[in-house]
């Protein structure tokens, strides 16, 4: 399976996601999203197959959001697109594109939306939260 994932190893759920992927067998591309960006018109496309609004992919925490003005209603998404151009740690992460869609994996469990048909085997985030018990049953 093609998978793509939009990843900081700084970020706990962003290695939770990479994990639970590999730990189910796939070895998915693994885009380290802030020393190398995706393009503008690749962000634009992997917001509108995920059906939401760009601002529900952007993250305020320990970015430059309030400095920007993001906060600002009326910004446009061309707007709010330079921005995340000229900061990609805007961008939430981790994004994961599979044949079956896009997501922000936001908590890292929803991965699992994305991987129909594929046997869940037991696993446990690195703060020791169960995802997957011992019998395969997602338990989030």
């Not at 320990?62 to 998404?77: F, Q």
């Not at 890292?108 to 011992?134: C, H, N, R, T």
Request: include cysteine.
């Amino acid at each position: 399976m093609d998978i793509v994932i939009y990843h900081n190893p700084a970020c706990g759920t962003s290695r939770n996601t990479l994990d639970l992927i590999r730990h189910l067998g796939i070895e998915p591309h693994v885009v380290e999203y802030l020393k190398t960006p995706p393009a503008r018109a690749m962000v634009a496309d992997m917001v509108a197959r995920m059906g939401v609004p760009l601002r529900d992919v952007l993250r305020q925490k320990g970015t430059p959001w309030a400095e920007l003005g993001l906060d600002d209603e009326t910004l446009s998404d061309d707007q709010l697109l330079d921005a995340v151009e000229a900061h990609p740690v805007l961008l939430n992460r981790p994004i994961v594109v599979t044949p079956a869609g896009v997501k922000l994996c936001r908590p890292s469990e929803a991965v699992l939306d994305l991987l129909p048909g594929v046997a869940l085997k037991p696993f446990v985030k690195e703060d020791g939260e169960v995802i997957i018990d011992d019998a395969g049953n997602r338990v989030r």
